[in-house]
C-alpha cells in the first residue's frame, strides 16, 4: 500500500495536475514494466524521491488568530514547497538515470540468459545423448529470509518434539505408561501375502526358530529316553518346551511355507491359491504332518515316553533349507561349513553315549567291568566312553556278555564308516575354503621355479614376488575375469556398471556417446596392478591403450631431465584416453608415467574399442571429432621467443607463391627482358646473398676473423663483398647492415 501511494503522489507531481476524486488506483503500466524481474520506473523513482504534500489555504477566515487550528503557521511548509518546486526536475533527472541503468542492467542479463538457453538447446539438438536430465532453472532473485522461530530456553525442547514425545505414552486406569516408537510400528505392520524364499531375510530368521525347535528334538530326545533327567518334579518344563517346538512346526506350516514363491514354466507364482496348492502338492508337506502325528495323546496310556515324540525329528529338509540360504548371505560360509560339520561328529557321539547308558542300563549298572559303574556324571563318562570307541583308541574293557560283544562291533563298525565320512567331509570343507590359496601358492610356485631355471637377476624375482603377494592380499585373486567367465553375460554388465561406470562417465572422450556402447566397454575392461616406481607408459611410445585409476596413484613427469613430477593423477583419473582414436600410426606419449607406490589401474585397449565402435558409427563420428579437437589443443604451437643474441639480418619472408614461382621460370626459359626478368634476377641475387652470409658466419665461428659473426656489423674496412658477377662490390660493414639490405630488396 505504501508503494501504490508513493506511485499515485509521484504521478501527480511528474504530470502536474491532481488526480480525479474516487481515484484508488494507479494508472496502468506500458509494456516496460510488464518485464519480469525489471524495476518500474515508478517504482525506481518513487524509492528515492519522498513524497511532499503541499499545504492548501483553507477556504473561510483570514484571520491569523483563527488559522492555528486549521492552517499551520507559515514557514516550515512553505520553505519546503519552495525548495520541492525547485530541486524536483534535478531529482526526477537522476532518478531516472539510475533506473534505466537498472533496467539496461536486466536486459543484458536476460539476454545472455537467453544466448545460454540456446546454446544448451543447439547442443541437445547436435548430441540428444549428452545429458537426459532437465537442466534446473535459474534462481530466482532471493527473498528475504522468513523470521525465523525463537530458539527455546536451554533445558526447554520445541513444541513439535513435545508432541511427538506425549504421542509415546498410553493410559491405562489411573496410570500412564510409556511404550516405544517402534511398537508403533510393529503393531501396524502387515504380514506380506507371498515370500521370496531366495532374498527374504525374514524367512531366513524364521528358518533359523524352526531349526532350533528341531535341534532340541534331535539332542534332547535321546538323552530324555536314556538318562534318567525327565522326573515327575521337572516334567512341566520339559512338556511346555516340547509344545512351544510344536507350534512353532504348526506357523510354519499354516503361515510361512503357504506363502512361498515358486517358479513355474519360468515364471515366479505368487498368487495366494496357486502357492497353497505348490505346497500341499509338495514331499515336504507329507513330510511336515508326519512330524506333527499326535503320539502325544498316548501319555495317558504309557506315560510321558520321549520316544513317542521321535517323528519330530523329521523335519530334517528345514535343517538343509536353512543351511542353504545361510550360506547364500555370509560372506565366508566355510567357517559355517566347518561348524556344522564338527556338529555332526558331535552328535554322532551324543548319540553314541546315549546308546552306551541305555545298554549299561539293560544289563545293570557296574554288573561288569564293560557297562558304567554309576559313579560319577553319568553324561561325561559315557560320552567318553563313546569317543573312544568311535574314535578307535583302544585301551576299553573286553566285553563279556554275547549283547555286549554284539553292541561293541556294531560301535566299532558304526565308528569306522562315520568317523571316516566325518573326516572326508572336513578335508572338502578345508580344501573348498582354501582353494583360492592354493592356486595361488602353485601360480607362484610355477613362476619361481621359471625364473630359476633362466636364471633371471634377484631384482626382478624380488619384483614378481611382490607383485604375487600385493595382488592376492589386495584382491583375493589373481586374475579377476577367471571369476566372472562363468556368469552369464547381463550379470557381468550389471557387476561392472556396479564397479566401473561412474568412472568412465566422467571421461570427457566418452560423454555424449550411446550409453549401450559405453555398457559394452565396461566388460572390456581390465585390472592390472604396478608397482611402485613401475612405469606406466613412456613418453615416445605408441599410445594403444586409455587408463582408469582405480586405487593409488601416478605421476606424470617431464622436464630436461624426465624427472620433475608435473601433476599427481588421484583415483577417478584418467590418461591415455585421445590414444584410442589417433590414427596415421597412432598417438606418441608426451611424457613418462610412473606408479606412485601401489596403483590398480583399469585398461582399454585400443582394438577392443575398435570393435565395439563398429557396431554404433555416430558414436565414433563423435568421438573422432572429439579426439580431434582435443588433439588440436594439445598441439597447439607455443609462441617461441628467440635469444637476444640470435636476432637475423634478414628477417624471414613467405614462401613465394606457386604461380608466380612459374611465371618467373618461364619468363627464365624465353630470356626476355621484362619486370619479371629483372625481379626473377633480383631474387637470385638475394639468394646468393642469404648463402654468402651463412658461409661468412660459418668461416668467421671457425678462423676467428674481424667480421664476427652474423647480426654483428663488419667494421674492418678491408672486408669487402662481391656479387657473383663482379660488377658490383661493397664493404662487408655496409653490405650487411640491414638498412642497405632492405633498401636493395626495395629497388
Not at 501527480?12 to 476524486?21: F, G, I, M, S, T
Not at 512553505?78 to 525547485?86: P, R
Request: glycine share 6%; with cysteine.
Amino acid at each position: 500500500m505504501a508503494r501504490r501511494a508513493r506511485d499515485i503522489e509521484l504521478d501527480r507531481l511528474v504530470h502536474d495536475k491532481p488526480l480525479a476524486e474516487g481515484v484508488s488506483s494507479p494508472p496502468s503500466r506500458g509494456g516496460l514494466e510488464q518485464l519480469p524481474n525489471v524495476p518500474s520506473y515508478r517504482a525506481a523513482a518513487a524509492s528515492r524521491i519522498p513524497a511532499f504534500v503541499a499545504s492548501k489555504p483553507k477556504v473561510g477566515a483570514v484571520n491569523p488568530n483563527f488559522c492555528h487550528e486549521e492552517q499551520p503557521p507559515l514557514g516550515i511548509r512553505d520553505v519546503d514547497a519552495w525548495w520541492f518546486a525547485h530541486s524536483l526536475p534535478e531529482r526526477i533527472g537522476s532518478a531516472t538515470s539510475v533506473s534505466s541503468t537498472v533496467i539496461n542492467n536486466r536486459l543484458q542479463e536476460l539476454v545472455r540468459l537467453f544466448k545460454e538457453r540456446t546454446e544448451k538447446v543447439k547442443e541437445k539438438l547436435t548430441d540428444p545423448d549428452i545429458t537426459s536430465d532437465e537442466e534446473s532453472p535459474t534462481a530466482s532473485p532471493a527473498k528475504p529470509a522468513l523470521p525465523t522461530a525463537p530458539v527455546p530456553p536451554q533445558g526447554e525442547q520445541p513444541e513439535g518434539e513435545k508432541v511427538a514425545e506425549e504421542e509415546h505414552y498410553c493410559e491405562m486406569l489411573c496410570c500412564t505408561f510409556k511404550y516405544r516408537p517402534w511398537l508403533d510400528r510393529l503393531r501396524n505392520y502387515q504380514f506380506p501375502s507371498s515370500i521370496d524364499p531366495l532374498t527374504n531375510l525374514m524367512y531366513v530368521l524364521w528358518l533359523f526358530f524352526v531349526v532350533m525347535a528341531w535341534n532340541w528334538n534331535c539332542w534332547l530326545i535321546p538323552v530324555r529316553w536314556a538318562f534318567p533327567y525327565q522326573t515327575p518334579a521337572n516334567i512341566h518344563c520339559w512338556l511346555f518346551i516340547d509344545y512351544l517346538c510344536d507350534l512353532i512346526y504348526l506357523l510354519d506350516i499354516l503361515v510361512f511355507q503357504t506363502r512361498l514363491q515358486f517358479v513355474q514354466g519360468g515364471d515366479i507364482i505368487s498368487d495366494k491359491k496357486a502357492m497353497k496348492e505348490n505346497y500341499l502338492r509338495s514331499q515336504r508337506f507329507k513330510m511336515d504332518l508326519v512330524c506333527l502325528l499326535p503320539l502325544d495323546f498316548f501319555y495317558f496310556r504309557v506315560g510321558v515316553n520321549p520316544l513317542l515324540r521321535f517323528p519330530r525329528c523329521l523335519k530334517y529338509m528345514a535343517f538343509f533349507e536353512f543351511n542353504n540360504r545361510l550360506e547364500a548371505i555370509l560372506t565366508k560360509a566355510y567357517i559355517y561349513r566347518v561348524i556344522r560339520t564338527t556338529a555332526y561328529l558331535l552328535y554322532s557321539l551324543h548319540v553314541n553315549s546315549c546308546l552306551y547308558y541305555w545298554a549299561s542300563a539293560y544289563e545293570g549298572l557296574g554288573s561288569t567291568t564293560w557297562v558304567y559303574d554309576g559313579e560319577g556324571n553319568s553324561y561325561i563318562r559315557c560320552y567318553y566312553w563313546a569317543v573312544k570307541t568311535l574314535i578307535t583308541i583302544g585301551g576299553l574293557p573286553d566285553p563279556k556278555t554275547l549283547f555286549e560283544i554284539v553292541f561293541q562291533l556294531l560301535n566299532y563298525f558304526t565308528g569306522v564308516f562315520a568317523f571316516s565320512v566325518m573326516i572326508g567331509q572336513m578335508r572338502d570343507v578345508v580344501g573348498a575354503a582354501t582353494a583360492g590359496q592354493t592356486y595361488y601358492r602353485s601360480c607362484m610356485d610355477s613362476t619361481i621355479k621359471y625364473m630359476n631355471f633362466y636364471k633371471i637377476p634377484k631384482t626382478v624375482q624380488n619384483r614378481v614376488k611382490t607383485w604375487y603377494e600385493y595382488t592376492w592380499h589386495s584382491q583375493g585373486m589373481l586374475d579377476e575375469s577367471e571369476l566372472l567367465v562363468q556368469l552369464p553375460d547381463k550379470m557381468r554388465l550389471d557387476i561392472a556398471i556396479d564397479v566401473n561406470y561412474s568412472i568412465v562417465s566422467k571421461v570427457a572422450l566418452f560423454q555424449g556417446c550411446d550409453r549401450q556402447m559405453i555398457f559394452d566397454m565396461l566388460k572390456r575392461l581390465r585390472s592390472v596392478v604396478y608397482l611402485p616406481n613401475d612405469y606406466v607408459c613412456k613418453k615416445g611410445e605408441i599410445g594403444r591403450e586409455m587408463y582408469i585409476i582405480q586405487a593409488g596413484h601416478v605421476q606424470v613427469l617431464g622436464g630436461p631431465d624426465g624427472k620433475t613430477v608435473l601433476v599427481t593423477l588421484k583415483p577417478g583419473s584418467v590418461f591415455g584416453e585421445i590414444s584410442l582414436l589417433a590414427a596415421g600410426g597412432g598417438n606418441r606419449r608426451t611424457a613418462n608415467v610412473i606408479a606412485h607406490g601401489f596403483a590398480n589401474l583399469f585398461i582399454l585397449d585400443k582394438k577392443d574399442l575398435n570393435e565395439i565402435l563398429v557396431h554404433y558409427p555416430e558414436s565414433q563420428k563423435l568421438l573422432k571429432k572429439k579426439a580431434k579437437k582435443m588433439l588440436k589443443s594439445n598441439n597447439k604451437p607455443k609462441d617461441v621467443k628467440g635469444v637476444p643474441g640470435d636476432s637475423l639480418i634478414i628477417p624471414p619472408k613467405p614462401d613465394t607463391p606457386k604461380l608466380f614461382q612459374a611465371a618467373l621460370a618461364a619468363a627464365g626459359r624465353t630470356g626476355g627482358k621484362g619486370p619479371l626478368a629483372q625481379l626473377r634476377w633480383r631474387l637470385r641475387e638475394l639468394k646468393a646473398i642469404q648463402a654468402t652470409q651463412v658461409s661468412m658466419g660459418r668461416m668467421s665461428q671457425q678462423t676467428h676473423c674481424p667480421a664476427s659473426s652474423a647480426g654483428t656489423a663488419f667494421e674492418n674496412p678491408l672486408c669487402w663483398f662481391v656479387t657473383s658477377d663482379r660488377k658490383r662490390k661493397w664493404p662487408c660493414s655496409v653490405f650487411f647492415s640491414p638498412f642497405f639490405q632492405m633498401s636493395l630488396l626495395n629497388s
